[in-house]
């Protein structure tokens, strides 16, 4: 690990009980149900780990994902209780739902590679016929995904399935399809006094050891969301143009040029440093975009040392 991104972690805090590393966060888990979850600098694209490490980008997505916690906390209640170092949330242990909560706005990504290829339903959801690519949807729609294991792709799935299945009790799912819409209206509201669109998101949701439904995770990053600005999305949608996105689909953008959509047998393209710099300014440029606030950059010397000595400051008191 360079010492000026955090790729990898190995923190022994007191009272740690587990540790599990998903595609970008580590969450320790200590006693008395306290989550410490660390946001690193590793970057995935295509359910691939990047094997470099992108400046800042961790302390970019947490400040983010804190902030719309903040900003929607009034409507869903959520998972979060402190944030002791810019790459660091803590917050009460859940037990995550199987599912990501997929919504969307427009027909972008991949919900406008499956109506490419002819098909009109998407996780059991009809897709109008006669639109073009970033087109909005007439209402939202909700397309969820079972989640997966790291390095395993997320499977679209239908409501149907996953009530037939079990995977979320009838009752549970009335409570998260509830909380989709109200924090995507939220999400819509903000990002438009940015200048944004919110394109589509996902939400992720756990129950506390008292069953409640509180929201986890990340929400309306760039790593979670999809934004075009809306200055000009009208015009681009006229001339056919491609839209002005603010999200990290500019990084598979670059690798699908360069050859790289994670299928088998694919080479990673090297990502050199200059590309990496270009990474972490662009990120700096959706922080900025999203919160509407100038983005602080954390010391980056010893960056593991600062995480553990804010975290154990935090956890005595």
């Keep these: 690990m360079s010492n000026k991104t955090i790729t990898d972690t190995n923190y022994d805090f007191p009272g740690q009980t587990d540790v599990y590393k998903g595609k970008v966060r580590e969450v320790y888990s200590l006693q008395n149900d306290l989550l410490v979850m660390i946001a690193t600098d590793r970057l995935s694209a295509f359910d691939v780990v990047m094997p470099k490490g992108i400046p800042y980008k961790g302390q970019i997505l947490n400040?983010?994902?804190?902030?719309?916690?903040?900003?929607?906390?009034?409507?869903?209640?959520?998972?979060?209780?402190?944030?002791?170092?810019?790459n660091v949330a803590v917050g009460k242990k859940c037990e995550p739902f199987k599912v990501e909560m997929v919504i969307r706005g427009y027909m972008s990504g991949h919900a406008a590679r499956e109506y490419k290829s002819g098909k009109r339903i998407l996780c059991g959801v009809a897709m109008p016929e006669g639109m073009q690519e970033n087109d909005e949807f007439p209402t939202p729609i909700i397309t969820p995904a079972t989640k997966a294991e790291m390095g395993d792709h997320d499977e679209d799935i239908s409501k149907e399935d996953i009530l037939k299945k079990g995977i979320v009790s009838a009752e549970d799912y009335a409570i998260l399809e509830d909380y989709t819409y109200k924090l995507f209206r939220r999400g819509t509201e903000i990002a438009a006094e940015r200048g944004l669109i919110l394109v589509d998101t996902k939400y992720e949701f756990g129950k506390t050891a008292d069953g409640k439904i509180v929201l986890i995770d990340e929400i309306h990053t760039p790593d979670s969301s999809r934004y075009f600005y809306a200055d000009g999305y009208e015009e681009r949608q006229q001339k056919g143009e491609a839209q002005k996105q603010l999200s990290k689909e500019f990084v598979r953008q670059w690798l699908i040029s360069n050859g790289f959509q994670?299928?088998?047998?694919?080479?990673?393209?090297?990502?050199?440093?200059?590309?990496?710099?270009?990474?972490?300014?662009?990120?700096?440029?959706?922080?900025?975009?999203?919160?509407?606030e100038q983005f602080v950059k954390a010391d980056l010397d010893a960056i593991d040392k600062r995480i553990e000595d804010n975290v154990l400051n935090y956890l005595k008191k």
């Design 63 to 86: 400040q983010i994902a804190t902030k719309m916690m903040r900003d929607t906390e009034d409507l869903v209640p959520n998972w979060l209780e402190a944030t002791p170092d810019p």
């Design 262 to 292: 994670g299928l088998e047998g694919q080479q990673l393209p090297e990502m050199t440093d200059e590309y990496i710099e270009t990474v972490s300014e662009r990120y700096i440029e959706l922080f900025e975009n999203i919160t509407g």
